[in-house]
Structure formats: C-alpha cells, structure tokens
C-alpha cells in the first residue's frame, strides 16, 4: 500500500468517527452545535487577522441555507505536501486536527470545543466548497460529507489573497438546519470588539438583513458598550501589559448602579467560568484601591474596611488576556487554567490602575466614594440583621397564600411553574398534575433588579413572593441552593412582547440572586404553542411558524381552523396541559448562565429612557428567548 492509500484511509477513518459522535466534536447537534460550525470557520479568519494578515470577515446567510466565510487573509496554501503529494488544502479540509496552520500558532483559539478544525465543518456538510485566492489564482475545490468530490482546481485569476468558504448543514446530524442572524451577530460583534480594527459584516440574504461591526477602540469600545445605558462614573480605564508569552488587556469603568458585569475572555474564547486571568484581575483591584485609599488616608472611618466585593460594585470591565498554551477546564470548557496567568495579570493590571489612579485623581476620587459606599451598606445590612434577629417572612417556612403546592415533597421530583397572571394561574392550577406541580401566579410589576438596592427588591411582591416558594433565602448571606424546594422551576409567560418582557426581569432576577439554580440547571422556559390548528375533530399544535406550515402541508388547507395564541389564558386548561405542561409532550428549554446572562445584558436597553431602541430590544429578545436551547 502506497503513502497515499494509507493516509487516505486513516483519512476518512477520522472524518467518519466526527460523523458517527459530532457531540464530541462540536459539543451537541441542537441550535447551538450548528452555529459553532460557523464559529469554527471564522476563528480560523480570526487567527489570520491575529497574526496581521487579514482585515476583513465577511459571513453570509445564503438563500439556500448554506453559510459563506470569507476572509482576505493568506489564503489557505494550495501548494502540495511533500509526504502527503496532496494539496495542503485538501489536508486541511479532510484531517482531524490538522487545525489550520502547520506552523506553531502563536495564539492558538483552542479553547473547548473550538480549534477542533475546519475538517469537522467539511465532516458535518453535506456539501463545502472552499475558494482561495493565491498566488494570483482562484483555486477550488468540492467536498460532500467530508469527502472530496472534485480536485483542487484553478478556476480564475485573483487579485489579492483570501479564503471562502461554503457550506450546507447536514440534516442528516443536525436536528434543524436554519440559522439565526441574531446568534450569529452577537458572536461576531463580540469578537470585533476584542479585535480592534478588524472589520466583520454579517449579511442575512433570506431576509436583506446587514450588519457591519468594526471597533478602531477595542474593548474600551466594549465596556462603553455594556454601560451605555447607565451613568459612568468616569471615563473607561485602559490598561496593556505584556509579560513571557502572555499578552494582557483590560477596560474598566465604574457606574451608578450595585452589580458588576465583569466579561472575560482567553484568546477571544469568552471564559463564562472564569479563571486565572479573573481571580489575577480581582485580586488587584482590592489591592491597590485599598493601597491608595490608605496612601492618602481617604478612608477617615476607622473600622472601615474595603473588601474585594466592594471594589467591585458597579464595575463593568473586559478581560482579554492571549495565552500561547492556554488550558481551558470546568464544565463547559470555558475556565482559563494556567497557573501562570494569575500573577501576571495581577502585576499588570495593578502597576496600570495604580498609575491612573495617581494620575486622575478626580476620577480616583469618584471610584473610592463609590467602593466606601459599598462599604458602608454592606455594614449597615448586617448591622440591621443583627438587631432585629427575628427570622423575616422570608426565611420562615410559611409559604406565600398565591401557591398551588404540590403534594410531593421530595424536590427532585417537584415542579414549579411561575405563570404570568390570574386568569393562566387558574388555568395552570385546574390543568396541572397537583401530585408534583405547584403553580405560583404572579400579579403586579416585577422589579428589575438591576437599577435598585437590595431592600428595594426585599419589598417588590412577585419577588417576595417568588423567594417564598422557592425556599432558599435571598441575599449574598442567606441565600442556600440547597435549600430550594423544586428543581424544575419553570417561566411561563405568554408568547407576546409583555411576556417575553417578564421572562427578561425573571432571568434577571435568577441571574442577579439566585445564579446557582440557574448553574444547576433548574430554571427552564416553559413553551406555549404559538398556533392552534383544527380540522374537523383533529387538533393540531404548532410551536413556531415552520411547524404551522408543516402541518398545513400534511393536513390541507380546506376547512381548517387557525388560532394564533396570543396569550396563555386563550388556552382552557386541558389544552395548557396538553401542550405545555404534560412531561410526555411539553417542551422545555433549559436555562443556561449565557441566556441569563444575555438576558441581563439586554436589561440596560429594555429599561433605558430611549423609546426606540427599548421597542427594538423587547423585539429581538422576544426572538432571543425563543432561540434559547436545551
Ligand atoms: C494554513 C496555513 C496558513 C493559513 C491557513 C491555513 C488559513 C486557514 C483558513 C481558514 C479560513 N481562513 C483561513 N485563512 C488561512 C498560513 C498561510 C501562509 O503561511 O501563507
């Protein structure tokens, strides 16, 4: 057997293993495994543009479903491998691993399921087809399922160098093939934001839809970015340091408001669970806030003591460090492990804020007021517990008046369904299985959490109310997941603007004070069919608009009735049941940290004074909400 024949076999040997297991490769083949095909393509543009040769990504949603990537980077070489006698491209594209480059990438993007290689795109295409220009050609070549249908081949001639790349999800693994403009968007926004001056466009060819996203100010763009509906307190902080291999930049802004919103990312891979690089940041920013406040003796109290918690509320700030070997570890393969990081990020991010702390000493000012005033609610709180002792209503056992209690009391068999309104509560507390479902019907505004303080939310009703039921105590002191009485706790709100509005204050709420059913994967989004359809005796229900045409194609269009459900409280009970509360047929979509966290992400907007942008927002998030996934 020749070199060739046997490199082939091994070859396909890899690419069919992708095929037979795609979760091991691109982690699932729901929603969201489909779009890391794309986001597979375009790390591999991002690391020409991060090496310096490419300036442009454009990615475009065809008519026929199919994606394009093209960049206007290097090109992928065409020339051919002297051990293999194949092109480097058809390499590329059909072995495992072979990732991109043969040279030693200075900042590989590997983190979780990314840098797995384009040959897992190819693997998981039913067709793909890559263009690139070189040497002053355009070559191309044809794959199907990951093997290769036609030969590399010069089909033009080209001025400048670049990579495009096509390709059509295999329904064969996937379970829907349609992607969304707004997923994708939101990646590659961020993405353009952790690299200035690169320019990427999104086009969405079914629906003349474009976007351009091009930062020259990178992530203090970023930051102004998240603040830009509250009130800064100051201009961002900028700070660069690099130190061995690893590269390290930080934005940081403090605002009027209690939380902090600090996003970090490993070789522009957004580390959800943190890391290295955040416990380097946050132990700095304790450090030297406290090392000036006291250089200065700004802090008068005597028993005044600022903690790390302190430092950071209001603080919005990106983290961006490049690492050369970077480790990514946790669950979701999105916690930066690299011991060495930690002091580096440290020492830098400590010499920077240092320096503009002396150097801006009105800002310095405004920041250790801020980081005082958290000091001294913190103490005033536990202060106010001490005295009154009492357990309050909300660590009692009393449950509030408006539950529908299950009869069962072990949790991991309980449900709570937390409904949007009287007249759906009654409905959902007559259609329920009352042996493991309690239904809790919430009245009256719920508050966003995010503008106001801690007592502010003690008091807001449906919040109370909320805590009451779920059992676990609410506050950075008292809140105890294990305490929670329910571990499927389930929003279900009408599928309207108004609904999707109170999903957004819930998740807020989840993510701001109870982050760890969320991380333990207890809250979920109940889905209310969008249509009912009957025909005769028959009734159909569809959960979006591709399912309703579905039907309609199966059924006939004679004699058929369509409802479109606007609220839940169209539904008599039986039918909530059926479609939305039955194990057996209900869907459910599982909340992750990055739907909350995107939740509350959209909050500034969805609050903020401005008409227009608010309306946009409640839109789009109504879309968001229903692309979230299981
Ligand atoms: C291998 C080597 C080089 C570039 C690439 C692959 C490359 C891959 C992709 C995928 C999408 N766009 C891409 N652009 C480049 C280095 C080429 C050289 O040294 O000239």
Redo the contacts with the bound molecule.
């Keep these: 057997m020749s070199v060739y024949d046997a490199s082939k076999i091994k070859v396909l040997k890899g690419l069919e293993g992708v095929r037979k297991r795609p979760a091991m490769y691109i982690g699932d083949t729901s929603t969201r495994g489909l779009h890391h095909l794309v986001f597979e393509?375009v790390d591999?543009?991002i690391?020409?543009a991060m090496a310096g040769?490419?300036k442009n990504i454009e990615v475009v949603i065809n008519k026929d479903g199919s994606v394009t990537?093209e960049?206007d980077?290097?090109?992928?070489?065409v020339d051919e491998h002297p051990v293999y006698k194949k092109p480097?491209l058809e390499i590329?594209m059909t072995t495992l691993h072979a990732g991109?480059?043969?040279?030693d990438k200075a900042y590989p993007i590997a983190g979780g399921l990314h840098g797995v290689g384009?040959s897992v795109v190819n693997a998981l295409s039913e067709f793909l087809v890559v263009e690139v220009k070189r040497d002053g050609k355009i070559w191309r070549q044809r794959f199907e399922r990951g093997e290769k249908k036609s030969e590399l081949e010069v089909v033009g001639e080209a001025d400048g160098t670049?990579?495009r790349?096509t390709f059509m999800p295999d329904p064969e693994i996937f379970e829907k093939t349609n992607f969304s403009f707004e997923l994708l968007a939101q990646r590659l926004k961020e993405l353009a934001f952790l690299n200035p001056g690169l320019r990427i466009k999104i086009r969405d060819e079914r629906k003349n839809k474009e976007r351009t996203f091009y930062y020259e100010g990178g992530i203090v763009e970023f930051v102004k970015h998240l603040d830009r509906e509250r009130e800064p307190l100051h201009p961002p902080i900028y700070i660069k340091g690099e130190r061995d291999t690893t590269r390290v930049e930080v934005a940081l802004q403090y605002n009027n408001s209690y939380f902090e919103n600090i996003l970090t990312f490993a070789n522009n891979i957004h580390t959800i669970e943190g890391g290295t690089h955040l416990i380097g940041f946050k132990s700095a920013l304790t450090k030297t806030i406290n090392e000036y406040a006291k250089k200065y003796n700004l802090i008068k109290e005597k028993d005044l003591t600022i903690t790390g918690d302190d430092t950071r509320e209001g603080l919005t700030a990106v983290i961006s460090v490049k690492v050369k070997r970077p480790q990514f570890e946790g669950q979701t393969k999105t916690k930066l492990g690299n011991s060495e990081v930690k002091g580096i990020v440290e020492s830098i991010v400590a010499d920077g804020l240092m320096r503009f702390l002396e150097e801006n000493k009105e800002h310095a000012q405004k920041i250790i007021e801020k980081v005082k005033l958290a000091a001294r609610s913190r103490i005033a709180a536990k202060k106010a517990k001490e005295i009154t002792r009492r357990k309050s209503f909300l660590e009692s056992d009393a449950l509030p008046g408006k539950l529908a209690d299950c009869t069962i009391e072990d949790p991991e068999k309980a449900e709570l369904f937390i409904v949007e309104g009287d007249s759906a509560g009654g409905s959902a507390k007559q259609g329920r299985d009352r042996t493991f479902q309690a239904i809790l019907p919430i009245r009256g505004k719920i508050l966003n959490v995010e503008k106001a303080q801690f007592n502010k939310v003690l008091s807001n009703d449906p919040i109370k109310t909320i805590i009451a039921a779920l059992g676990t105590g609410i506050g950075r002191d008292d809140f105890d997941a294990d305490k929670v009485r329910y571990h499927k706790i389930i929003i279900m709100t009408d599928a309207d603007v108004d609904g999707s509005h109170i999903r957004t204050l819930l998740l807020t709420f989840f993510y701001r004070y109870a982050k760890e059913l969320i991380e333990r994967g207890y809250v979920y989004i109940a889905q209310p069919p969008l249509y009912g359809i009957k025909k005769g005796k028959e009734e159909y229900y569809a959960y979006s608009d591709e399912e309703l045409e579905e039907i309609l194609k199966k059924i006939g269009k004679d004699g058929v009735q369509i409802q479109r459900y606007k609220g839940l409280g169209e539904m008599n009970p039986e039918q909530l049941w059926r479609t939305t509360m039955d194990p057996e047929r209900r869907i459910l979509k599982r909340v992750t940290l990055q739907d909350a966290e995107e939740a509350e992400r959209i909050f500034t907007v969805l609050m903020g004074e401005k008409v227009e942008p608010r309306k946009e927002f409640i839109e789009k998030n109504a879309r968001f909400v229903r692309n979230l996934d299981v």
């Design positions: 393509v591999n543009s690391d020409e040769y490419c990537v960049d980077g290097r090109g992928i070489p480097a590329v991109g480059k043969f040279d384009v670049g990579t790349i």
